[in-house]
């Protein structure tokens, strides 16, 4: 008889009985959570050196059996399984009977530890960011021809455009967005108008101050001071909105029943910004006008009437137009932006955060380089 040393007040034994190749195992004592490692180092050195071609477990003489008995006697049947053996079980009380079938004794299989991944060199990260962006390249090809076909639809048939959620999207947009580009146009106007003058008044031509910030903010700073706040605000809110409905199988709900997921979600958002974001332009250069005349009238003495005389000077209709035009087409971008990392967005929450987070970053590059393609042409047609 094999006696496993005691621990913990509980301890076990077996007995081995030979018979024509087959072993019978008979344990005595406890099967529990001290007995079962000790257990089964004995028992699979005398498996591996007899290398049997039968094992039976007798449990006529254990005193005290639970799951880690069942581990034990689990473990010696994966044994002789994984070398073509047979493994029965003899004398096994009702109690016994009823914790082996809890855990499904005879079903059960071992599972396969998880295999350590592959440590990835440069060259393959440089290969899956480049398969990532070719695949990033059709998504976003595919997606402008679907609008570009969309809004197609909506010129042929304006009826299927849905009036009340471009409304809708307007007033989120626009409307809501005013205020926070008020502020922030006024503040900005406020500070190039006191920064310059501390210059131009070295030289008595403080009246410039007026030219300067109405050219600056209607040309420049307006439009694009403007697409970055409406990037923020709704660029990400149309990312975040398209992403959850995606995670949450809302758009394929959409699809089969019939309906165009760019038409239905992405063309109103779309009109909206394109609506809306030319308009908070301009309300954006009046305010940061308004900032400037502060400086002007408080600091440098000069009349209300006097400033915006020189503004009206400094500016023409075409300047007016081309900075709204430009606001329209950074619309354009935030929008298509934010709706198409919407469609793309995979997996659980965090994909609609990755989606927001990509929309405004991606909107934000876009709008520096176009303005600076815009700036290009512009020294051209002037």
């Known amino acids: 008889m094999k006696q496993i040393p005691p621990d913990n007040d509980s301890s076990a034994a077996y007995e ?14 406890r099967m529990d959570i001290h007995s079962a490692a000790p257990l089964m180092k004995d028992i699979f050195a005398v498996l591996t050196a007899k290398k049997p071609s039968a094992v039976s477990a007798d449990l006529a003489g254990v005193s005290y059996f ?40 005879d079903t059960c299989i071992r599972c396969v530890p998880v295999k350590k991944k592959r440590s990835v060199n440069m060259v393959m990260r440089m290969g899956q960011a480049a398969i990532g962006e070719a695949s990033d390249l059709g998504f976003m090809l595919t997606f402008i021809g679907s609008v570009i076909s969309s809004l197609f639809r909506v010129l042929c048939n304006p009826k299927s455009l ?11 947009t626009g409307v809501d967005a005013l205020p926070i580009v008020a502020l922030i146009s006024f503040l ?28 600056a903010m209607v040309s420049e700073l307006g439009p694009i001071m403007t697409a970055i706040v409406v990037a923020g605000r709704s660029g990400s809110a149309f990312a975040a909105e398209i992403g959850t409905m995606k995670i949450s199988e809302e758009i394929d709900a959409l699809s089969t029943m019939g309906f165009d997921p760019i038409l239905f979600l992405a063309i109103p958002r779309l009109i909206a910004a394109v609506v809306m974001v030319p308009l908070l332009a301009l309300f954006s250069n009046l305010f940061a006008i308004s900032g400037g005349m502060m400086v002007g009238v408080f600091m440098l003495n000069l009349t209300p009437n006097t400033y915006i005389k020189q503004t009206l000077v400094a500016l023409t209709l075409k300047e007016v137009i081309w900075g709204m035009g430009k606001s329209g087409v950074f619309a354009g971008l935030i929008a298509g932006i934010g709706c198409m990392r919407g469609f793309q967005a995979k997996g659980g929450a965090s994909a609609v955060g990755n989606a927001a987070t990509s929309a ?4 934000i590059f876009l709008i520096i380089l176009f303005d600076s393609i815009f700036a290009v042409i512009r020294s051209y047609i002037r």
Request: glycine share 8%.
């Open 188 to 215: 900005l106007g406020l500070i190039m108008a006191f920064m310059s003058s501390i210059q131009f008044r070295q030289f008595g031509a403080s009246i410039y101050v007026a030219s300067l910030v109405a050219f």
């Open 360 to 363: 405004v970053v991606s909107s």
């Open 66 to 105: 639970d799951d880690f008995g069942a581990l034990v006697l689990f473990e010696i049947r994966e044994f002789m399984t994984e070398r073509q053996g047979k493994f029965g079980l003899l004398n096994v009380s009702p109690g016994m009977r009823d914790i082996l079938e809890q855990i499904r004794f």
């Open 162 to 172: 849905r009036a009340e959620d471009t409304i809708t999207q307007m007033e989120k």
């Open 16 to 29: 081995i009985t030979e018979q024509k190749g087959s072993l019978i195992l008979c344990f005595k004592g």
